[in-house]
């Protein structure tokens, strides 16, 4: 399935995120010889050994739950986090970020979903936290965007409408707190089951991994 989706994301000018966690790296290298260069991982320890044994042209995005006594594992060379939900963890970021000479690229997750595990900011929170940032001098991060997961459902109008919901949310942050020129442009949404209704609502970026792999 890998080439198919390949395509049909770069026709529609989509970022392939391809979800590698749980798989062994051989397999992972089955795609790496087809072309695909950024890799989504949701786990801090299993981003670090792949990162280590694998080619070092490899983008490496964090796509799961981040404990802020983690980050400093992946500050070297993460290439985005896409699970930003608080003020303390963009803070330590930033530390880790200027600790090793680098801007760490970010999205602020949201939590879109009916589901009550799921992490992430609703709008206030995702407000109040930009106000903060406005106020203290974050250099060594940069804030691109939003990240979401709708519902496990086979609702489809269910999972069009969280997806529209995260688009609104993204609008509205853009318009008041960033230039056209800032890079907050990226909507990271879309897995294995929902990526077209995410693509025709407007997601710049899908994380795939079971349709990629299974
Ligand atoms: C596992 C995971 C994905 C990919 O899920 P699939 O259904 O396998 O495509 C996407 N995003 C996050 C945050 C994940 O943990």
Not at 23 to 39: A, E, N, V, W
Not at 89 to 116: G, S, T
Not at 166 to 195: C, N, P, R, V
Request: proline residues 2%; aromatic residues 8%; contains cysteine.
């Amino acid at each position: 399935m890998y080439l198919a989706i390949a395509e049909y994301t770069k026709k529609q000018q989509v970022t392939l995120v391809a979800v590698s966690k749980t798989q062994s790296i051989p397999t992972i290298m089955t795609l790496y010889k087809q072309g695909q260069r950024i890799f989504g991982e949701n786990r801090v320890q299993e981003l670090v050994e792949k990162y280590e044994a694998m080619p070092k042209d490899i983008q490496w995005h964090l796509i799961g739950h981040l404990q802020k006594n983690k980050v400093k594992y992946i500050a070297p060379f993460v290439s985005m986090i896409h699970s930003v939900d608080s003020f303390e963890l963009l803070e330590v970021i930033n530390q880790q970020a200027k600790k090793n000479d680098r801007i760490i690229p970010v999205l602020l997750q949201f939590h879109i979903a009916e589901e009550e595990t799921k992490f992430g900011l609703n709008i206030q929170e995702a407000q109040s936290l930009l106000e903060q940032i406005k106020l203290q001098s974050l250099d060594h991060i940069k804030i691109c965007g939003v990240m979401g997961m709708a519902s496990f459902t086979d609702d489809k109008e269910k999972v069009r409408g969280e997806f529209r919901t995260l688009k609104g949310h993204f609008d509205q942050l853009k318009s008041t707190y960033f230039s056209e020129d800032a890079g907050f442009k990226e909507i990271s949404m879309g897995m294995s089951g929902d990526y077209e209704i995410a693509i025709s609502e407007g997601s710049t970026m899908v994380r795939i991994g079971s349709a990629l792999f299974g």
